[in-house]
């Protein structure tokens, strides 16, 4: 058996416990630790969304719904923040650094967009049904709900601020896509000094299964660690 990481700077209130992730164990103070749900908003999991009208399968969003309200029914009840980051654009996608930006060429939805002007209720645009948070995840008294405008919960965002307001080190990733946004964003908690753990079965990929694999994969060799829905919520109860 592998030996565990030792808990990071452990304080006076330290409830620390033990979590099974791969490769190895993590010792994590619960005190420190926060729940992240990554784009579980209609435009990307919902029927009727931007995904689903594009052809491309949302089944497997809908298998990790359960998974994250189990996780975050439990994270609250034991006193762990929950933190919502979403993708939210102005209608005139302003912030999208226009034709001159890789961006403007290579985004998925930006280009959807373009060629489906009548799906606009359908992306995450601001004050757009395809922006909302999905019924079955909506925020609860007490969670914190960030807006994000690229791919990763840190670019011009607030999230490290929040983060270090409330001195979170454990980040538990959940949500879409696992090869997209939640790797982008784990990787930047990686760099900037949190530990990045990807909750494998309460994230979901977009396009082949290998990319699911990729992540895992690159989470474990290099970024982070990976554990299961039950695995946390076995270390909240501990």
Same mark, same amino acid.
């Not at 005190?31 to 399968?57: E, F, H, P």
């Not at 919960?153 to 490290?160: E, L, W």
């Given at each position: 058996?592998?030996?565990?990481?030792?808990?990071?700077?452990?304080?006076?209130?330290? +409830?620390? %416990?033990?979590? /099974?992730?791969? &490769?190895?164990?993590?010792?994590?103070?619960?005190?420190?630790? @926060?729940?992240?749900?990554?784009?579980?908003?209609?435009?990307?999991?919902?029927?009727?969304?931007?995904?689903?009208?594009?052809?491309?399968?949302?089944?497997?969003?809908?298998?990790?719904?359960?998974?994250?309200?189990?996780?975050?029914?439990?994270?609250?009840?034991?006193?762990?923040?929950? +933190?919502? %980051?979403?993708? /939210?654009?102005? &209608?005139?996608?302003?912030?999208?650094?226009?034709?001159?930006? @890789?961006?403007?060429?290579?985004?998925?939805?930006?280009?959807?967009?373009?060629?489906?002007?009548?799906?606009?209720?359908?992306?995450?645009?601001?004050?757009?049904?395809?922006?909302?948070?999905?019924?079955?995840?909506?925020?609860?008294?007490?969670?914190?709900?960030?807006?994000?405008?690229?791919?990763?919960?840190?670019?011009?965002?607030?999230?490290?601020?929040?983060?270090?307001?409330?001195?979170?080190?454990?980040?538990?990733?959940?949500?879409?896509?696992?090869?997209?946004?939640?790797?982008?964003?784990?990787?930047?908690?990686?760099?900037?000094?949190?530990?990045?753990?990807?909750?494998?079965?309460?994230?979901?990929?977009?396009?082949?299964?290998?990319?699911?694999?990729?992540?895992?994969?690159?989470?474990?060799?290099?970024?982070?660690?990976?554990?299961?829905?039950?695995?946390?919520?076995?270390?909240?109860?501990?």
């Amino acid at each position: 058996m592998k030996q565990k990481v030792p808990i990071a700077a452990p304080a006076s209130g330290s +409830i620390c %416990v033990e979590l /099974k992730t791969r &490769p190895e164990p993590l010792e994590i103070d619960l005190n420190r630790t @926060a729940v992240v749900i990554i784009d579980m908003q209609n435009g990307y999991v919902s029927k009727g969304g931007y995904i689903d009208l594009c052809g491309s399968d949302i089944s497997r969003y809908e298998k990790i719904i359960e998974p994250i309200k189990t996780l975050t029914d439990t994270a609250r009840s034991k006193g762990l923040k929950v +933190i919502y %980051v979403v993708t /939210k654009h102005p &209608p005139d996608l302003s912030d999208s650094g226009g034709p001159d930006s @890789a961006l403007w060429h290579k985004d998925f939805a930006l280009n959807l967009k373009r060629k489906h002007p009548e799906w606009e209720d359908t992306f995450t645009l601001r004050d757009t049904w395809g922006s909302e948070i999905i019924n079955e995840l909506k925020p609860q008294e007490g969670d914190i709900v960030c807006e994000k405008m690229r791919m990763t919960a840190f670019y011009q965002t607030n999230v490290d601020t929040i983060l270090k307001t409330y001195n979170l080190k454990y980040l538990l990733f959940t949500g879409v896509a696992t090869n997209g946004c939640v790797e982008a964003s784990m990787r930047d908690a990686y760099n900037i000094g949190y530990f990045p753990i990807l909750v494998s079965d309460a994230s979901g990929h977009l396009g082949p299964d290998f990319t699911q694999a990729a992540t895992i994969h690159n989470m474990e060799a290099l970024y982070g660690w990976v554990a299961t829905t039950s695995d946390c919520i076995n270390a909240m109860q501990a």
